[in-house]
């Protein structure tokens, strides 16, 4: 079965450097999540789109930016890097359906690393 | 803010035994979702098991069992059986049944089977 495709996989990248993260849903799959997870830490909510438009924002930095494509797969644009953002970045995406349960299938993560 | 603990940083168990995996959480509402989720050291995210609130029945698969108690607003995760793949840290996660579908997870326990 297809999963969630998240690319790059990993990602070096210097301080004050921009990057792009990039998530393709499962095919049918109208609904995409990001979670940030640090070093030893559990994942964190940053934002969510349904059909192209936001639909939730969690922690996501002012420096960060989302959007969901008309192809519904999504990018995660980090501007201006900091040590800090260096982590594992998950994709999920799930397929909405209403009034029933809605299981969100996890990609792989990107791993950014910021020097 | 609904929050999800795990008091259990660690925990080891030889293979063969049953371990039992302890969270809490704390929200207001009624209706929710609580999920266990597996992250090996591939990192990916595994879906283990799910609990509807308004199921009185503890979910069950296979090896894996949950102990849900709403009133005290517990959720545990047993292991049966425990296998050397069953390694890898565990998080407790909550998410509600209407509205935001962004799952809050706990910190995790990080779970050793011993030989």
């Known amino acids: 079965a297809a999963g969630v495709i998240q690319s790059p996989r990993h990602l070096i990248k210097e301080k004050r450097e921009t990057a792009t993260l990039k998530c393709y849903p499962i095919?049918?799959?109208?609904?995409v999540y990001w979670y940030q997870q640090g070093p030893g830490q559990d994942p964190q909510f940053l934002i969510s789109?349904?059909?192209?438009?936001?639909?939730d924002k969690g922690s996501i930095p002012d420096r960060f930016s989302a959007q969901q494509f008309s192809d519904y797969h999504s990018e995660l644009n980090m501007s201006s890097l900091e040590l800090g953002d260096s982590a594992l970045y998950f994709c999920?995406?799930?397929?909405?359906?209403?009034?029933?349960?809605?299981?969100?299938?996890f990609g792989p993560g990107t791993r950014l690393t910021v020097l | 803010a609904q929050t999800v603990t795990q008091s259990q940083p660690e925990m080891s168990v030889q293979e063969a035994e049953t371990v039992t995996l302890s969270c809490t959480y704390d929200?207001?509402?009624?209706?929710?979702?609580l999920f266990w989720y597996k992250q090996p050291p591939s990192r990916q995210m595994i879906l283990v098991i799910r609990q509807e609130a308004y199921k009185q029945q503890n979910a069950t698969e296979n090896r894996f069992s949950v102990n849900f108690q709403k009133a005290a607003k517990s959720f545990s995760l047993k292991i049966s059986d425990s296998q050397l793949g069953d390694a890898a840290m565990y998080f407790c996660?909550?998410?509600?049944?209407?509205?935001?579908?962004?799952?809050?997870f706990g910190k995790g326990t990080k779970l050793t089977v011993n030989p």
């Open positions: 789109f349904y059909e192209k438009m936001q639909s």
């Open positions: 999920a995406s799930s397929r909405t359906r209403g009034g029933s349960y809605n299981e969100q299938f």
């Open positions: 095919p049918r799959h109208d609904t």
């Open positions: 996660a909550w998410r509600t049944q209407g509205g935001s579908e962004k799952l809050v």
């Open positions: 929200t207001s509402e009624s209706d929710y979702y």
